[in-house]
């Protein structure tokens, strides 16, 4: 009889250990519940901490308050200039109601499905409104701020606040940026020969200026030139004159010397004279004046 009471007791003990492990839940920091009884929503819990239920009869949905992220395929956009856009996109979303998430959504499976539609139809409806310019460059955090709040607008009735949804990259189609990388080549090309032809032009322009500034130098350097030579010439006559004036004996035996010089160089120049010319008179006589004529026979 002991043994049967006390294993009636363990088995009893067992069984009320079940039923208060049952009867408690724990919530985590980053968790929110919502408490059912028989399929129906008695409690939310928000705060982490310990919990209690009734055992066997209401049951917990746990659901995730923090920051979800979902990635959403790649997809093509026309744009209202007609020009087709690979646009890849992202969001960003918490639950903020957790009975209204459950009630509409259910898990967050469900949930990611619902907002990717969502996220689609805003991207189509605010970048089809928008020029190709204005979604790569010009007013992209603009654009996105739009969809975000479109999307926000929509998701707050299934308990779903969307904290950013984001243009990853938003491009041509390969086909399209092959073209336009051509015709941007092209345009380059174009301004480059342009410019070249301009710097041609200018080079050309300058150097005819060059051109004509040396000429100008040259003859006005040959003019001064030329002004300063018969000023020295001028100088050296006046020079010789004063010379002349002083000694002509001397003045003309210098200048005998200078022709001597000129004319009987090293340059095998030959010349037919007479001895008794006036070019030799100072190789007759060291003064240069004439010989006396010989007497006449009586």
């Given at each position: 009889?002991?043994?049967?009471?006390?294993?009636a007791?363990?088995?009893?003990i067992?069984?009320?250990?079940?039923?208060?492990?049952s009867?408690?839940?724990?919530i985590?920091?980053?968790?929110?519940a919502?408490?059912l009884?028989f399929?129906?929503a008695?409690?939310?819990?928000?705060e982490?901490?310990?919990?209690f239920?009734?055992?066997?009869?209401?049951g917990?949905v746990?659901?995730?308050?923090?920051?979800?992220a979902?990635?959403?395929?790649?997809?093509?956009?026309i744009?209202s200039?007609?020009k087709?856009?690979?646009?890849?996109?992202?969001?960003r979303?918490?639950?903020i109601?957790?009975l209204?998430?459950y009630?509409?959504?259910?898990?967050?499976?469900?949930?990611n499905?619902q907002?990717?539609?969502?996220?689609?139809?805003?991207?189509?409806?605010?970048?089809?409104?928008?020029?190709?310019?204005?979604?790569?460059?010009d007013q992209r955090?603009?654009?996105?701020?739009r969809?975000?709040e479109?999307?926000?607008?929509?998701a707050?009735?299934?308990?779903?606040?969307?904290?950013?949804v984001?243009?990853?990259?938003?491009?041509?189609?390969?086909a399209?940026?092959q073209?336009i990388?051509t015709?941007?080549?092209?345009?380059?090309?174009?301004?480059?020969?342009?410019?070249?032809?301009?710097?041609?032009?200018?080079a050309?322009?300058?150097?005819?200026?060059?051109?004509r500034?040396v000429?100008?130098?040259?003859?006005?350097?040959?003019?001064?030139?030329?002004?300063?030579r018969?000023?020295?010439?001028?100088?050296?006559?006046?020079?010789?004159?004063?010379?002349?004036?002083?000694?002509?004996?001397?003045?003309?035996?210098?200048r005998?010397?200078?022709a001597?010089?000129?004319?009987l160089?090293?340059?095998?120049?030959?010349?037919v004279?007479?001895?008794?010319?006036?070019f030799?008179?100072?190789?007759?006589?060291?003064?240069?004046?004439?010989?006396?004529?010989?007497?006449?026979?009586?």
């Amino acid at each position: 009889m002991k043994g049967f009471a006390s294993g009636a007791a363990l088995i009893l003990i067992l069984i009320a250990g079940f039923i208060g492990i049952s009867s408690v839940f724990t919530i985590n920091p980053t968790e929110q519940a919502v408490v059912l009884r028989f399929g129906q929503a008695i409690n939310i819990v928000r705060e982490p901490g310990l919990y209690f239920k009734f055992p066997f009869v209401d049951g917990v949905v746990r659901i995730d308050k923090r920051i979800l992220a979902l990635d959403l395929p790649e997809q093509e956009v026309i744009a209202s200039d007609q020009k087709r856009l690979r646009v890849d996109a992202f969001t960003r979303y918490r639950v903020i109601d957790p009975l209204l998430f459950y009630q509409s959504l259910g898990s967050v499976e469900r949930a990611n499905e619902q907002l990717a539609t969502f996220v689609n139809s805003g991207l189509r409806r605010v970048l089809g409104e928008s020029t190709f310019q204005q979604v790569v460059r010009d007013q992209r955090t603009q654009l996105m701020g739009r969809i975000r709040e479109q999307v926000n607008q929509q998701a707050k009735g299934l308990g779903i606040a969307v904290v950013d949804v984001r243009i990853r990259r938003a491009d041509l189609p390969e086909a399209n940026s092959q073209a336009i990388y051509t015709r941007m080549q092209t345009e380059r090309q174009r301004e480059a020969a342009e410019i070249r032809a301009q710097g041609a032009e200018a080079a050309q322009r300058i150097r005819a200026r060059a051109d004509r500034d040396v000429v100008v130098i040259t003859a006005e350097a040959n003019r001064e030139a030329e002004r300063i030579r018969g000023e020295g010439d001028g100088q050296r006559n006046a020079i010789f004159a004063e010379a002349y004036g002083q000694d002509q004996d001397f003045f003309a035996f210098y200048r005998s010397m200078q022709a001597y010089e000129q004319a009987l160089g090293s340059n095998d120049t030959r010349l037919v004279l007479s001895p008794q010319s006036e070019f030799f008179r100072y190789f007759r006589l060291p003064s240069g004046s004439a010989a006396p004529a010989p007497a006449t026979p009586q």
